[in-house]
């Protein structure tokens, strides 16, 4: 796995030194909602993306900017009590009128051996658009769950994530490899809400360009 990630990166590093360079700073606040029936499990989330700071190669601008809000809505099915699968689609409403439609495919791996949970999760995408040619995507993310009181995570207790996420994406015949890391504090309230506070690291590279950004994340996660 870690031979993976150093090989994929690598291909990022060098796309990295691509001509256009482009950095962005912003806040995204997120809405989480799930329900588990028998083997089955119904979630939604709500995201949208605000920036204000952007740097093109020496052009720096403090300016508030509206990026875009991600609408998703999925339907899983346990494997077993470590697996699972599912089926996605995303409406994602971007500035003007540059709205977009995603259908997902899902596999996702979780096991807690000890204090700490492990997870991975395996997806396939494919993005529509109104007037460019359809974006496939192959994304893979590692991730793990830390209690920081006790040996594991209870209600009105503090815990700590962290993701990783590689990403490979495919428009008519251009490429675009990116890259992204997440650091998030959460806390357990009762009833099955969670809170998670943190920053998100992303860099995509093209041939022509590369892009990196920083998001402030607010997420409420509510399992009914």
Partial sequence: MR????????????????????TGLGVVPELS??????YY????????????????NSNETWNYAYEQTDVQLFV???LN????????????????DKNTHRIIQQYAYAITPGAIKWAHRIRADQTFYQDDP????????????L???G?????????????????????????????????LSGYFFGNNNKLQFGAEYRVKATDSSNKQNVWIRLRYIFNI
């Fill in 41 to 56: 499990k119904l979630s939604s989330k709500i995201e949208s993306f605000q920036s204000f700071y952007e740097k093109i």
């Fill in 147 to 149: 209690p920081l009181q």
């Fill in 81 to 96: 009590p470590f697996s699972s699968l599912a089926l996605g689609y995303q409406y994602g409403i971007g500035s003007g």
């Fill in 3 to 22: 031979a993976l990630f150093l090989i994929i990166l690598l291909c990022v590093s060098d796309f990295l030194w691509a001509k256009d360079s482009e």
């Fill in 33 to 38: 909602l799930s329900y588990n029936f028998g």
């Fill in 151 to 183: 040996q594991s995570v209870d209600y009105n207790e503090f815990y700590f994530v962290s993701t990783n996420e590689l990403l490979y994406a495919l428009q008519d015949s251009k490429q675009e490899y990116e890259y992204r890391l997440a650091f």
């Fill in 76 to 78: 899983g099915r346990s």
């Fill in 134 to 145: 359809m974006k496939f995507r192959f994304r893979y993310r590692f991730s793990f769950e």
